[in-house]
């Protein structure tokens, strides 16, 4: 919680201590805590009566889903991030789940800051009860109609297909498109989280024509070729609409050879989802996009496959959580993968060799020995793959990749002057519309630099590259390299003349920016 919602909260419990003590109900409370904490802190009125009663948001919904269970209906798709969009004001309840609410609340719409009755058509309001309509503010007193018992009225948004989730990426390639600055709200991930987990339900659950999936394949194919230039927001939301479209398809069993190309595709989409959120930063996201690709890939029985997306998935733990989690998920892919030329099959050696490295530090000879010997393998499996998956950034494994990704290993491993050569090597691999990866390549230059002890031209290097970036081009597993090199200065010298300088330019730069192009 940060600093900013524990005072909201904090209030927000005096008011409701203060209120019960003098006999006010929780209506009364709620429009309280909306005067008070909303000029400060932004409280709408439907967060106001949540905070009245004291109780979470899991509270909340554990409450709408037993209302919807005593109406014999089926589990609500209502979860804690959906709701902190209503509370929040990002997003609108629709009618089915406002009735609920009123009804959890036993208020009007109109009490929790939404026009227009319910439709019940019956009050939801007990004696004492505060109306949200009221214009001077002091409380209703006269008996409301009893709650009547709530009959099922049928249309669960969480089985509308998807459509709402969709037309919320809609609206966001719209605004990317025309140049208007989007933020990865809680609606956006809200709709994002809810189409991959549709996925996850269809999967397990689970007639559409082989020109149709010709179509999705080729798309499929052709988001791999966008994955370097493209913003990932924009992109996140073409892919998200195609994965939504294929498991619409998967709804119904299809026969064999088709279901399997659509697993196959469910499994490519999961996993490009998975890798444009370890871009976004959202690395829980990450996770539960690679964990709906090995479902989706399981079922198609392809090795490689499923080698493929659990090496995209070690990429999760290489840069925001325990390496030793990413050497153990390289080595079940290089497993998976076997001796059949695949991507993953050069992919999982470099990426053991890079967790071994971020696990013992630089300069053991013995953890020096095996991570070489995994690049060696990396490099040989590589010679054996087809062109076109060498030539297939995304879905395969490219040169530039390999030589990108022995490189790092190699900074990591404390060998400076082999890792410079790679490097410098790799640049010249990409193209003027490529920036992510070279410029992530001369930060790990400049830290070659720092390990043969030209502090100086590490910094002036770095500099260098932070300077070449616009503003829309800062998203933050590059700013993580930027401050690495920040921080392996500072260990050295920390009253460095340049140091300052580099330091400035760093705080300057926005760290998060989920509309910046690229890959990891």
Same mark, same amino acid.
């Given at each position: 919680?940060?600093?900013?919602? +524990?005072? !909201?909260?904090? &209030? ?18 709620? /429009? ?26 899991? *509270? ?13 209906? %089926? ?11 209503? /509370? %929040? ?8 789940? $406002?009735?609920?609410?009123? %009804? ?8 929790? @800051? ?7 058509? +019956? @009050? ?17 007193? %006269? ?21 709402? *989730? ?6 966001? &390639?719209?605004?990317? $498109? ?72 998967? /709804? ?28 976004? @930063? ?42 030793? /989690? ?5 080595? =079940?892919?290089?497993? $998976? ?27 053991? =000879? ?38 990108? +990704?022995?490189?790092?290993? $190699? ?42 002890? *030209?502090? !100086? ?25 930027? +401050? ?7 260990? =050295? ?28």
């Amino acid at each position: 919680m940060s600093g900013r919602q +524990h005072r !909201e909260t904090e &209030l927000a419990r005096q008011i409701r201590a203060r209120g019960l003590a003098a006999g006010r109900n929780s209506a009364q409370i709620a /429009e309280e805590i909306h005067d008070r904490c909303g000029p400060q802190f932004g409280t709408t009125r439907i967060k106001g009566h949540r905070l009245a009663h004291g109780v979470a948001l899991a *509270d909340v919904i554990e409450q709408i889903r037993a209302l919807f269970e005593r109406d014999g209906k %089926s589990a609500p798709g209502i979860g804690e991030t959906l709701l902190s969009a209503y /509370e %929040s004001g990002l997003k609108r309840p629709g009618p089915e789940y $406002l009735h609920y609410l009123c %009804s959890a609340y036993r208020v009007e719409p109109a009490s929790l @800051g939404y026009d227009g009755p319910c439709i019940c058509g +019956h @009050g939801h309001q007990v004696p004492g009860a505060v109306r949200g309509d009221l214009q001077d503010g002091r409380p209703d007193t %006269s008996p409301g109609p009893r709650e009547l018992l709530i009959q099922p009225i049928g249309g669960d948004p969480s089985a509308d297909g998807g459509e709402e *989730d969709e037309n919320v990426l809609r609206r966001t &390639l719209l605004q990317l $498109l025309a140049g208007t600055g989007v933020a990865l709200d809680g609606q956006v991930l809200g709709s994002v989280e809810n189409i991959r987990r549709r996925m996850d339900e269809t999967l397990v659950s689970a007639t559409v024509s082989p020109a149709m999936l010709d179509q999705w394949e080729e798309a499929t194919i052709g988001f791999g070729r966008q994955y370097m230039n493209t913003p990932p927001l924009r992109l996140l939301c073409d892919v998200l609409l195609e994965f939504s479209a294929v498991r619409k398809a998967m /709804e119904r069993r299809q026969p064999v050879d088709l279901q399997e190309r659509l697993c196959r595709m469910a499994a490519q989409l999961a996993g490009l989802s998975g890798m444009i959120m370890v871009n976004l @930063g959202d690395h829980r996201m990450a996770r539960s996009f690679f964990r709906t690709g090995r479902m989706a890939a399981d079922d198609t029985g392809d090795r490689a496959l499923r080698a493929w997306v659990i090496a995209r998935e070690a990429l999760v733990p290489l840069y925001y959580g325990d390496p030793r /989690e990413a050497l153990n998920l390289a080595r =079940k892919s290089r497993d $998976l993968a076997g001796q059949t030329p695949c991507a993953a099959q050069a992919m999982a050696p470099v990426f053991e060799a890079r967790a071994l490295a971020m696990m013992s530090g630089s300069g053991r =000879k013995d953890v020096v020995d095996q991570a070489k010997r995994a690049l060696s393998r990396a490099r040989a499996a590589f010679s054996q793959m087809t062109a076109v998956d060498q030539d297939d950034a995304t879905f395969g494994y490219t040169e530039r990749q390999l030589y990108f +990704h022995q490189g790092d290993a $190699l900074v990591r491993l404390g060998q400076a002057m082999e890792a410079d050569l790679i490097l410098e090597q790799a640049l010249t691999k990409y193209g003027p519309d490529d920036w992510l990866d070279p410029t992530i390549i001369k930060f790990d230059r400049a830290k070659c630099k720092l390990l043969e002890g *030209d502090l !100086e031209e590490a910094l002036d290097m770095a500099k260098s590259a932070l300077a070449e970036l616009s503003e829309g081009c800062r998203p933050d597993i590059l700013m993580q390299r930027a +401050h690495e090199v920040a921080r392996a200065v500072e260990a =050295k010298d920390p009253h460095h003349p340049e140091l300052k300088v580099y330091l400035e330019a760093l705080r300057a730069a926005p760290t998060v920016d989920p509309t910046a192009g690229g890959s990891p």
